[in-house]
């Protein structure tokens, strides 16, 4: 069971936008910065979103980051089917002393 | 070239020890706080133990508090984690990873390959 809560896979067409939601609490994002990283098959993890809404540079403005209270939210428009990978949200927590993450996303470019 | 190289996994009994090392090149080491996060096979991220750039202060997940102990050497641009008493769930591939901009609670911007520890009888 993940600190953070992720929807575990979502699904849209090509072209399309989607958005994949992460969901913790006053310890974590209500008081801390979310990061997004991509996973695809067989790769290590990529920074996507940091500091909540900011793309570290080369990253595609296809993707974007928001959140509010304890939830984030990571958008992804355009959709193309090199964008079929796990999306992971993480964040500082302070209860835990450590960082947590989400339990991933699936995303299915159909 | 920014990168981070892992070795040192391998398949090992449980309750015995390994050690981990992460090589890294292309950037001023010790201007960055510094951490390990496994992957379990099929499973999603954990962060394990973060550093900060002078070695000073270390956190660890309280799944590993007390059996791993992660350390830096600066001047080899060198991460460890010490991993002892290993059960068979720390089974994951092992990443280093950087922070970014720089402080232990900022992101992890780059990531190495991955060394993968399997812990079995």
């Known amino acids: 069971q993940s600190v953070l809560t992720q929807p575990p896979s979502v699904s849209e067409a090509p072209r399309q936008r989607v958005t994949i939601s992460c969901s913790g609490s006053?310890?974590?994002?209500?008081?801390?910065?979310v990061n997004w990283y991509q996973q695809l098959p067989g790769k290590a993890p990529k920074l996507l979103i940091y500091?909540?809404?900011v793309m570290p540079s080369g990253v595609s403005d296809r993707f974007s980051g928001s959140k509010s209270g304890t939830s984030a939210s990571l958008a992804i428009s355009g959709l193309q089917s090199e964008d079929e990978a796990d999306y992971y949200c993480?964040?500082?927590?302070?209860?835990?002393?450590?960082?947590?993450f989400g339990g991933g996303t699936k995303l299915t470019v159909l | 070239e920014v990168q981070l190289v892992e070795s040192g996994g391998g398949l090992v009994q449980p309750g015995r020890s390994l050690r981990l090392s992460c090589a890294a090149s292309g950037f001023t080491f010790d201007r960055y706080a510094m951490h390990w996060v496994r992957q379990a096979p099929g499973k999603g991220l954990e962060w394990v133990s973060g550093?900060?750039?002078?070695?000073?202060?270390?956190a660890y997940a309280d799944s590993v508090k007390g059996r791993f102990t992660m350390s830096r050497d600066n001047a080899k641009n060198s991460l460890y984690l010490q991993m002892n008493s290993l059960r068979i769930e720390d089974t994951a591939l092992y990443y280093c990873?950087?922070?970014?901009?720089?402080?232990?609670?900022?992101?992890?911007?780059?990531w190495g390959q991955g060394t993968m520890v399997t812990v079995s009888s």
């Open positions: 500091y909540d809404d």
């Open positions: 006053s310890s974590n994002i209500g008081r801390n910065a």
């Open positions: 990873t950087r922070s970014y901009p720089s402080g232990p609670r900022d992101a992890f911007d780059v």
């Open positions: 550093i900060t750039w002078n070695g000073a202060n270390v």
């Open positions: 993480a964040a500082w927590d302070d209860s835990l002393n450590g960082w947590v």
